[in-house]
């Protein structure tokens, strides 16, 4: 398996854009997660989903961004509209389980101006 | 709620040991982590124990918990320039899910 694949590696958009950041899970995985990672704040879970449910998305910063996991092998992550202040690395993870070990991806670095 | 928090900075000078320490409060928590990320990359598993041992120990990384203080710890011995990283402790087991510290980043200088 390639491990957690995401894309874009990188992205820059203008401001009030709508952006959308893609993952593929580890095939078989049945947990996947979505993390923000900046200096000020470190990494921050943003949602994660179970068998293709969202389960827990208290850490989803406000109505712009929301998550969708369609199939057991996708998921995305929009951002619409987009501001400066979402700049930052966006992870996606993939555990076989809730509460062992993830597996990240390479993360998307996001550059909003 | 569940909360783990790491210092933010560590630097060291290459040949000492490194030692990195975090706080956790999710007494229930059946294992605990440490990822490892390098620049530009992913988080990756450096290692893990289970709650039940007090220490584990892998080559140069010796792993301590004390779970009456919550406290896990993770020493590096002859600390090498590309062991200059951010590393994470993490704990999960009876949550749902995992929980990450803001990461320590960790610079070994010659």
């Known amino acids: 398996d390639a491990g957690v694949i995401q894309s874009p590696r990188h992205e820059v958009t203008e401001m009030g854009q709508e952006v959308t950041l893609r993952c593929k899970p580890i095939?078989?995985?049945?947990?996947l997660f979505w993390y923000r990672q900046t200096m000020m704040r470190g990494l921050e879970l943003l949602i994660y989903?179970?068998?293709?449910?969202?389960?827990?998305d208290s850490g989803m910063p406000e109505d712009r961004f929301s998550a969708k996991m369609p199939n057991a092998s996708f998921s995305t992550l929009k951002i619409q509209p987009s501001e400066p202040r979402d700049s930052a690395v966006y992870f996606c993870?993939?555990?076989?389980?809730?509460?062992?070990?993830?597996?990240f991806g390479q993360g998307t670095r996001l550059t909003v101006v | 709620g569940e909360d783990v928090e790491q210092s933010l900075f560590l630097s060291v000078r290459e040949g000492d040991s490194s030692v990195i320490n975090c706080t956790y409060t999710?007494?229930?928590?059946?294992?605990l982590y440490w990822y490892k990320q390098e620049p530009g990359a992913g988080l990756q598993l450096l290692t893990y124990?289970?709650?039940?041992?007090d220490m584990k120990q892998d080559q140069r990384l010796t792993v301590l918990l004390n779970k009456k203080d919550k406290h896990l710890s993770l020493r590096i011995a002859d600390t090498q320039t590309g062991d200059s990283a951010i590393y994470f402790c993490?704990?999960?087991?009876?949550?749902?899910?995992?929980?990450f510290g803001t990461g320590t980043r960790l610079q070994v200088f010659p």
């Open positions: 989903f179970n068998n293709n449910v969202p389960i827990d």
């Open positions: 993870a993939s555990s076989l389980l809730k509460d062992t070990e993830a597996f």
């Open positions: 095939s078989g995985h049945n947990s």
């Open positions: 993490a704990e999960g087991g009876n949550t749902d899910k995992l929980i």
């Open positions: 124990i289970f709650s039940n041992m």
């Open positions: 999710d007494s229930s928590s059946t294992y």
